[in-house]
């Protein structure tokens, strides 16, 4: 990149890597790797910075296998290529204050992952195909306290997923856009748990707000206009 720097980035156990705010460290791959990259690591965290500008095949800004690492204050936006902000593959890392928006290739994609994750903001993402928002593939997340909005995608414009049992609570999934079905969410051969949710405003040619393809679901204090 014309910074000097070398993509991806490699860390390896026991780091922590702490910037000085997400307004004011930017790590930008200027669109010619993935920006990190975690490969079976542990104990590591990331904290108050931004990641931007990654290409890569599954994930450009950051793509974790079997890491379970931390992150907290950082943001995760403008990672283009059709390829997601952040790809977790057999990881289960714990999020914090993280915004995930304006990804080209979706905003998070899961695959056997079972994050945690609080205090989201996961808005403006695209994909092609599946979960502009989230996509999740055989994976259990919990979500404290999110707003997934603005989103789009063909099949579930805000979440979709499959064989996945997710928790959400105090989430918000506002004006996601699904071009088929489940603009709101979408989800096949799951059963998600919805506590204190919103859906609203959200658009898709089926199942604007939820759509539920042999689902056993739990839904408490959920309003979906």
């Given at each position: 990149?014309?910074?000097?720097?070398?993509?991806?980035?490699f860390l390896?156990?026991?780091?922590?890597?702490v910037?000085?705010?997400?307004?004011?460290?930017?790590?930008?791959?200027?669109l010619?790797?993935?920006?990190?990259?975690?490969?079976?690591?542990?104990?590591?965290?990331i904290s108050?910075?931004?990641?931007?500008?990654?290409?890569?095949?599954?994930?450009?800004?950051?793509?974790?296998?079997?890491?379970?690492?931390?992150?907290?204050?950082?943001?995760?936006?403008n990672?283009?290529?059709?390829?997601?902000g952040?790809h977790?593959?057999?990881?289960?890392?714990?999020?914090?204050?993280?915004t995930?928006?304006?990804?080209?290739?979706?905003?998070i994609?899961?695959?056997s992952?079972?994050?945690t994750?609080?205090?989201?903001?996961i808005?403006?993402?695209?994909?092609?195909?599946?979960?502009?928002?989230?996509?999740?593939?055989?994976s259990?997340?919990?979500?404290?306290?999110?707003?997934?909005?603005?989103?789009?995608?063909?099949?579930?414009?805000?979440?979709?997923?499959?064989?996945?049992?997710?928790?959400?609570?105090d989430?918000?999934?506002?004006?996601?856009?699904?071009?088929?079905?489940?603009?709101?969410?979408?989800?096949?051969?799951?059963?998600?748990?919805?506590?204190?949710v919103?859906?609203?405003?959200?658009?898709?040619?089926?199942?604007?707000?939820?759509?539920?393809?042999?689902?056993?679901?739990i839904?408490?204090?959920?309003t979906?206009?």
């Open positions: 990149s014309t910074t000097g720097w070398s993509f991806p980035i390896i156990d026991n780091i922590n890597l910037g000085a705010g997400e307004d004011l460290t930017i790590i930008d791959a200027e010619t790797s993935s920006v990190l990259v975690f490969y079976n690591q542990d104990n590591i965290s108050d910075l931004t990641i931007t500008g990654g290409a890569a095949s599954a994930a450009g800004g950051i793509n974790l296998f079997r890491s379970d690492i931390t992150m907290t204050h950082v943001t995760i936006r990672n283009g290529s059709n390829t997601s952040l977790m593959l057999y990881s289960n890392p714990t999020l914090t204050d993280v995930v928006n304006d990804n080209n290739g979706g905003g994609v899961l695959i992952s079972n994050p994750m609080t205090n989201m903001i808005s403006g993402n695209n994909s092609s195909s599946y979960g502009g928002g989230i996509q999740m593939i055989q259990n997340p919990i979500l404290i306290n999110g707003t997934i909005s603005g989103n789009t995608t063909w099949r579930g414009g805000g979440i979709f997923l499959m064989e996945s049992n997710p928790t959400l609570i989430v918000t999934l506002n004006d996601n856009t699904g071009s088929f079905v489940g603009g709101g969410i979408s989800a096949v051969d799951s059963s998600p748990t919805l506590m204190n919103t859906i609203s405003g959200n658009s898709a040619i089926s199942g604007g707000g939820l759509h539920l393809d042999n689902c056993t679901s839904l408490t204090n959920v979906i206009s």
